[in-house]
């Protein structure tokens, strides 16, 4: 079947049942969005591809409707009602993204900087967004509320803190060694009226733990800074009961203190989201 045939063949099925273009239909509309793109690929110019272009064009109307409804929603502090048809599930491993981050992206409307140098210094390591679906699962397993302080290590463009604060109310903070994404994240969450979230330039080794209930990691540094980094929080554990929220290779390191528990049946897992909490 020629790839003008596979676009009608869509096309007539879209237009036989058009629940995606109700505004909550998000998920439905990027599955369709993404078959459309991938059949264009190699279909001719003509009547078909035509035709596709315009139901894309229409659907990303819709999401743009949804994306400043939602935004609005969120401004009035209403952002996890507005949010709450997407958040259920079972949550998948891997670092991977879905549909719930196309979603965010839209949003909150992040404008991502260019990096004059993007690689990072020894110890560090390459930002990438936690995937949405990790927030939302470390939020319920940690039993992250209102009543909270979150620090993010490593926030990159503040999706972390945006999302927490979002569909917790916590008060929310980033530490990041990028100004400009500092800058980013700070426009993006001015512009949603989250006053509760605040971002930082500077180094994690040095930042401001006093007060922080809850330290989320998506392994931002290896060796020698992760281990500073730990000794802080650790000392800070003295004080009070934590919860250490963990992504990525850094578990295996969290799992081997005797100060953290964690009642997940793996706490090495590198694939999902791990909770510590600290022993008393």
């Not at 670092?95 to 965010?104: G, I, V």
């Not at 992206?105 to 991502?112: K, P």
């Not at 979002?166 to 949603?192: C, I, M, N, Q, W």
């Not at 934590?242 to 081997?256: H, K, N």
């Amino acid at each position: 079947m020629s790839e003008s045939a596979v676009l009608n063949t869509w096309i007539a099925r879209l237009l036989a049942n058009e629940g995606w273009r109700e505004p909550a239909a998000f998920v439905d509309r990027a599955d369709a969005m993404d078959r459309l793109d991938l059949h264009l690929v190699g279909a001719p110019y003509g009547d078909a591809r035509d035709r596709a272009e315009r139901l894309i064009e229409a659907m990303e109307a819709i999401d743009r409707d949804l994306f400043d409804h939602l935004r609005q929603r969120i401004r009035v502090g209403e952002g996890r009602q507005a949010l709450s048809p997407w958040l259920g599930g079972a949550v998948s491993p891997g670092q991977h993204y879905d549909a719930l981050d196309a979603l965010l992206a839209g949003v909150l409307a992040i404008d991502e900087p260019e990096i004059d140098d993007p690689s990072p210094p020894p110890e560090m390591v390459f930002y990438q967004p936690t995937p949405a679906r990790h927030i939302v699962d470390g939020i319920r397993r940690a039993s992250i509320s209102a009543g909270d302080i979150v620090l993010d290590l490593g926030s990159g463009l503040g999706h972390v803190p945006m999302l927490v604060h979002v569909l917790t109310g916590a008060r929310t903070r980033g530490v990041e060694r990028h100004p400009a994404y500092v800058d980013s994240a700070a426009r993006a969450a001015s512009a949603l009226a989250l006053g509760g979230v605040s971002f930082v330039a500077g180094d994690a080794r040095e930042a401001r733990l006093a007060g922080v209930d809850v330290f989320y990691l998506f392994t931002p540094f290896l060796g020698g800074v992760l281990r500073d980094v730990l000794a802080r929080i650790e000392a800070e554990a003295a004080s009070r009961p934590l919860r250490v929220v963990v992504l990525g290779p850094c578990a295996r390191t969290f799992a081997r203190m005797p100060w953290l528990r964690s009642d997940d049946p793996d706490p090495s897992a590198t694939d999902r989201i791990v909770v510590f909490r600290s022993s008393p």
